[in-house]
């Protein structure tokens, strides 16, 4: 080009090809150098993840407060611990096939280990034989497997369902006839609170446990089946639920005044019932504290700091007597 001697390039000439050429393969450096740290950082999280422990969890359910705390419990040791968490659940705490099935989803995944509530404790499900060939550690939390070698973390229920019975008596002046409202026996947690229960009030003479109603687990009795027992057995004048879930639904349809209920599992709704005297006593499983420490105890297990053995967990008993100082304590940051 001709003019001023300055040389003007233009895209359409050979010099601004090469102009273009340049920050063609200034513009693909710079982007091979964000592809490059972009990969580093991908490679980087992918480390991170492998080295973590990844934990497959399945509950009985995920839809009550209870499950809700065991799970938050779960997720901030998890995290505390820099292990990651995969919970899964049913619906309800009677689908036991969707369990089954979601124990051996995970199994698939390649978890690390498996921690599970069993819906069914007297059954050996097929993923226990999946889990053992490859070599994936099993725990049992909040409810135990009956005549099975697998750890069990969760507190004492046939001493809760005892101490509960103790309580109860001892507000009925030890005499009079009570009741259980039981979860589903097939699970052992329900199982062994109600023949704790029985096994003290066995030794009270004046004392009859009229009937059992099972089938309850986090299930709220109706208030037509409530109508039915209070008309077939009228002098009862105390029941132990095994579930909070279920004895507040009682407590709805039955004064306090008429008929002293206790249960387990502490639950706001059920510790304010305990407060205003709905409830009369209250065995404190802490659903926050099963999920943390069964984290906890994995963590130990697949780092070769624990043996596979129980950890049954201190669950004391909640009352108008002692419920102030409890809510005090839970409320202090």
Not at 118 to 134: F, G, N, R, T, V
Not at 263 to 272: L, M
Not at 298 to 311: E, H, N, T, W
């Amino acid at each position: 080009m001709e003019g001023n001697g300055k040389q003007t390039v233009g895209y359409g000439t050979p010099a601004g090809v090469y102009g273009f050429w340049k920050r063609g393969c200034l513009a693909a450096l710079f982007l091979a150098a964000l592809f490059f740290l972009a990969g580093c950082q991908e490679a980087e999280r992918q480390l991170e993840a492998a080295d973590k422990y990844i934990v497959g969890v399945v509950a009985k359910s995920g839809t009550s407060e209870y499950w809700m705390t065991v799970r938050r419990g779960m997720e901030v040791a998890a995290q505390e611990l820099g292990m990651e968490i995969i919970l899964l659940a049913p619906d309800s705490e009677v689908d036991e096939e969707v369990q089954v099935k979601m124990a051996q989803s995970l199994l698939k995944r390649g978890v690390d280990a498996l921690a599970i509530s069993p819906i069914d404790s007297y059954h050996k499900p097929s993923y226990l034989a999946m889990a053992q060939e490859q070599g994936i550690p099993v725990v049992s939390y909040d409810t135990g497997f009956a005549d099975l070698d697998i750890p069990y973390i969760g507190i004492d229920n046939e001493k809760a369902g005892y101490e509960l019975a103790e309580y109860l008596a001892k507000e009925l002046g030890y005499e009079g006839q009570v009741g259980i409202v039981s979860g589903d026996l097939n699970q052992m947690s329900h199982r062994q609170r109600m023949e704790g229960f029985l096994a003290y009030m066995d030794t009270q003479p004046k004392i009859q446990v009229v009937f059992t109603e099972s089938g309850y687990s986090n299930l709220r009795m109706s208030e037509k089946k409530i109508r039915r027992i209070r008309k077939e057995y009228p002098k009862v004048c105390g029941i132990m639920a095994t579930s909070a879930v279920t004895a507040m639904g009682i407590t709805q349809s039955i004064p306090s005044d008429e008929v002293k209920v206790v249960s387990i599992d502490v639950q706001d709704d059920a510790v304010r019932a305990v407060r205003d005297g709905r409830i009369c006593a209250l065995s404190a499983q802490s659903g926050y504290e099963i999920g943390y420490r069964t984290v906890q105890y994995i963590s130990r297990l697949l780092k070769g700091g624990a043996q596979a053995s129980d950890l049954v967990l201190d669950a004391g008993l909640l009352t108008r007597q002692n419920i102030e100082s409890y809510m005090e304590r839970e409320d202090t940051p």
